[in-house]
């Protein structure tokens, strides 16, 4: 579903196998390799856990992409590496679901979208 930009590599860290099991209490570095198609002044993230086919929004502590790794504005045929944490708390329920990621441009259209399967654990 990404419109604006093609995904050369996605990389979550620590997640040897998938599913991604992530450790309540813990931080998991995310790093996306991107190009865009696109010239946008910012970008922002939005990330969610699918449930059931619902998304629920999960909350980052930086969702500006310029404040990622991302150098602003973006310019159209380069490419950009995003870097960051998705932070497991404590009060997250032990399930399995999926972890989708979005970044999106000014004009609200996709520059990368990518799902991960995880489990959160204790």
Not at 32 to 38: E, G, H, L, Q
Not at 60 to 83: A, N, R, W
Request: glycine letters at 6%; charged letters at 20%.
């Amino acid at each position: 579903g990404s419109v604006d930009g093609s995904i050369q590599e996605v990389n979550v860290s620590p997640c040897p196998t998938q599913p991604c099991l992530l450790h309540k209490g813990t931080s998991y570095s995310i790093n996306v390799t991107f190009a865009s198609k696109i010239e946008s002044q910012g970008s922002k993230a939005r990330v969610y856990g699918e449930m059931l086919h619902v998304d629920i929004p999960f909350p980052i502590p930086e969702p500006d992409g310029c404040k990622s790794g991302i150098q602003c504005p973006i310019q159209k045929g380069h490419s950009y590496s995003y870097l960051n944490k998705l932070p497991v708390k404590n009060e997250y329920p032990s399930i399995k679901l999926i972890v989708k990621w979005e970044l999106v441009d000014d004009q609200d259209q996709m520059l990368f979208c990518w799902k991960i399967p995880v489990q959160i654990t204790s």
